[in-house]
């Protein structure tokens, strides 16, 4: 089974803010990594496919990196309503998600 | 594109739920469906597949003898079942949409949206 990291757990920032957040997995999934957003009570959302595609329709400041066994997911300027958890997921070897990462704003 | 879960469930333990799925909006026999559940306060776990075009299906070895998903092409639904139900499957489950079939293969590149709106299943005594 492949596992999923993520880093860090929470966070908090400010309107206007960088974020990154990291992902890691425990065998080389070449690019087959995707990002999900779930604000409270609603369900994911995809972001980002393949490890740096955008899906359409989604803000272009949100953006991922990476391949093999690191990852990496950019909020270039934070927004109230990116308040949410953020989940990536593996699909090299059937699926598995990160354990999340939630996003505050201060 | 649009996916619609059936309502909320409250069950005893060794029990089984069915919940439904219901596709609209593209051409639902090309596509393959996802069930992933949320416990609370837990990550997100895939549960299993079935290609709504030829019926074909895999299961998570986590829920395999306990869970079936199946589809109905004419009513656009796919239905994820699980049996025995323990107090641990208190999650929201969702279905989600996945790769893109022909007739002889699926699309390589997999990745779930949209997502049902989610089924709260509580399994209780």
């Known amino acids: 089974d492949i596992q999923m990291t993520q880093s860090p757990s929470s966070l908090s920032a400010s309107v206007g803010d960088r974020v990154t957040i990291t992902c890691q997995a425990s065998h080389d999934i070449n690019n087959r990594l995707n990002w999900y957003q779930q604000r409270p009570g609603r369900a994911p959302k995809l972001l980002i496919y393949d490890a740096s595609n955008l899906e359409a329709g989604v803000p272009s400041r949100f953006s991922g990196r990476g391949s093999g066994t690191d990852f990496t997911f950019t909020i270039s300027s934070l927004q109230p309503e990116d308040k949410a958890t953020y989940y990536c997921?593996?699909?090299?070897?059937?699926?598995?998600f990160g354990p999340g990462t939630t996003v505050d704003i201060k | 594109v649009q996916l619609v879960q059936s309502g909320a469930e409250v069950k005893r333990p060794g029990a089984s739920v069915k919940v439904s799925c219901k596709a609209s909006g593209y051409s639902f026999r090309n596509y393959v469906i996802h069930w992933v559940r949320q416990a609370p306060g837990q990550r997100l776990e895939w549960m299993g597949w079935i290609n709504a075009g030829n019926g074909d299906t895999k299961y998570s070895q986590k829920f395999q003898g306990r869970v079936t998903i199946t589809r109905d092409t004419s009513a656009t639904t796919a239905y994820m079942e699980l049996s025995s139900l323990r107090s641990e499957d208190t999650a929201v489950y969702y279905c989600?949409?996945?790769?893109?079939?022909?007739?002889?293969?699926?699309?390589?590149?997999?990745?779930?949206?949209?997502w049902g709106q989610g089924t709260l299943v509580t399994v209780s005594s």
């Open positions: 997921q593996q699909y090299e070897d059937l699926f598995t």
């Open positions: 989600t949409r996945g790769q893109y079939c022909t007739t002889f293969n699926c699309y390589l590149g997999i990745w779930f949206g949209p």
